[in-house]
């Protein structure tokens, strides 16, 4: 790509506020965010809602606390369409009056007879122009009368090319599309309307944006031209797909970022999935902050074909992140108190937690010992009288021990000889199973740290009872 000048980029993300914030949109926001940062560039956020049926405050709330969430700052805005009704009014009776845009009265009986005799021709359907030439009286006396109407703009019939920053030269033929509808009337304009004179108004350099909008594009293109704004580059961003390669739907994985929060997910491994969703770096890594994409993010490097989402990969992702925390810093991110035994039991906890959410599961145990069948802490073969007498003479070596040898180190050097002597499955199983009544925990040395002597002492002495009724 050119070197582009950095002073001038401005980019936006522009949500329609008519669902929670997708995952799609996030990735386009980070691009966006990440193409104008490492540009000096400005990132702008733009709530269209002009569509006044679909939209909702309650969706507009979720897309921005959502994207403060991710982290993805936004340097100017909201704006809101909404706000704007009168900058487009102003933009549709210029084309009005320059008669590049007409009132159209066809009903919509009228323009499915319309389509479906083209259809029957054997001809692409579009609007057939009944209404471009109405005289302006009858105009007048129409509106006057209350009829019902769309404004149109008068489609030329060129072919329209433009280059596209990641899909190389794009042509369209206009001829195809008629007359479309840019407003329902001067103070309600559609999307590819409002659009073009946001785009304008806010200076916008790069629209980087959805493959999805590829066919939108020609159009904005010529209301650019018949306004005399200027064209900005585009860039649209590959389709984020499922698994099977269809188009990202909710059959497979979840697709509004509120649901991964409300998962486990942390921001910091959104982001870095996010990044990877067609884009990849010079060389080959994996884990990535925001900081660091920024840095090394090209549009050139973003890929054209369709990129799969991978919630394996998110997951793991995850875990790297979680992995990466230190113990206090996680217990805030988990709403647990910093004590000393919830630090422990973090420690303990953190290798194995793929959500947040598992945190619950996996250091249950540690607050309150499972029910448990007393068959469990059988190792292999062992007879249960042998099971038995080796957690007695657990028991008796441990209340031999001080609280303060209760330490992971301290306790393995102890068992060094009780386990040479009975054997190391045929104790620590038993045992392990004891602390914890679960098939997987972490070891037994690091469980007996984090729960202290008195804990210990009391989940092997259940074990002993259990093992006792049976024999
Ligand atoms: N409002 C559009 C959407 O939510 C985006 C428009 C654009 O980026 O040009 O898909």
């Not at 195809?176 to 806010?202: C, H, Q, R, S």
């Not at 989940?459 to 024999?471: C, F, M, P, V």
Request: a neutral charge; hydrophobic letters at 40%; one cysteine or more.
């Amino acid at each position: 790509m050119a070197t582009v000048k950095s002073k001038n980029i401005r980019v936006r993300i522009a949500p329609s506020p008519t669902g929670y914030l997708h995952i799609g949109t996030a990735r386009t926001a980070l691009f966006n965010l990440l193409f104008a940062k490492h540009n000096n560039g400005k990132f702008v956020l733009r709530i269209e809602d002009t569509d006044l049926e679909r939209s909702d405050k309650k969706f507009e709330k979720d897309i921005i606390e959502s994207l403060k969430w991710l982290g993805l700052a936004w340097d100017e805005g909201p704006y809101r369409q909404s706000d704007r009704l009168e900058i487009y009014e102003k933009y549709v009776n210029k084309l009005l009056n320059e008669n590049l845009a007409y009132y159209c009265f066809c009903s919509k009986e009228d323009l499915e007879t319309e389509r479906q005799t083209m259809l029957a021709q054997g001809l692409a359907p579009k609007y057939s122009g009944r209404c471009r030439d109405l005289k302006s009286e009858e105009v007048k006396k129409r509106l006057d009368a209350g009829a019902s109407h769309v404004i149109r703009f008068k489609t030329p019939e060129a072919r329209v090319t433009f280059k596209d920053l990641i899909r190389g030269e794009i042509s369209f033929d206009a001829a195809l599309l008629g007359d479309m509808t840019i407003a329902k009337d001067p103070k309600i304009p559609l999307y590819n309307f409002a659009v073009v004179v946001d785009d304008e108004e806010m200076k916008i350099s790069h629209v980087i944006r959805g493959e999805d909008h590829i066919a939108n594009t020609p159009k904005q293109i010529l209301l650019q031209k018949a306004l005399g704004f200027k064209t900005p580059q585009y860039a649209h961003l590959p389709l984020i797909l499922d698994p099977d390669r269809s188009k990202m739907s909710k059959r497979y994985s979840a697709t509004s970022i509120q649901e991964y929060r409300d998962q486990g997910y942390l921001p910091q491994a959104i982001i870095n999935f996010l990044a990877f969703l067609g884009w990849h770096p010079k060389e080959e890594r994996e884990i990535m902050s925001l900081k660091e994409l920024i840095k090394e993010f090209e549009l050139n490097r973003v890929q054209k074909a369709g990129a799969v989402f991978n919630i394996e990969k998110l997951g793991w992702l995850n875990m790297q992140y979680i992995k990466s925390f230190d113990n206090s810093e996680l217990a805030e991110t988990l709403g647990v108190a910093a004590t000393e035994e919830n630090l422990k039991i973090i420690d303990l906890t953190k290798p194995r937690m793929k959500k947040l959410s598992e945190f619950k599961d996996l250091a249950g145990f540690f607050f309150n010992l499972p029910e448990y069948d007393s068959k469990k802490l059988i190792w292999k073969t062992t007879p249960i009288s042998t099971t038995l007498e080796n957690l007695q003479a657990v028991e008796k070596l441990l209340s031999e021990l001080t609280e303060k040898q209760f330490s992971k180190e301290n306790l393995e050097s102890v068992f060094s000889e009780i386990t040479k002597e009975r054997g190391r499955g045929e104790v620590l199983w038993p045992l392990r199973f004891a602390l914890s009544g679960l098939d997987a925990s972490p070891g037994p040395f690091e469980i007996m740290e984090a729960l202290g002597k008195k804990e210990t002492l009391k989940r092997l002495q259940i074990a002993i009872q259990k093992l006792e009724s049976r024999s």
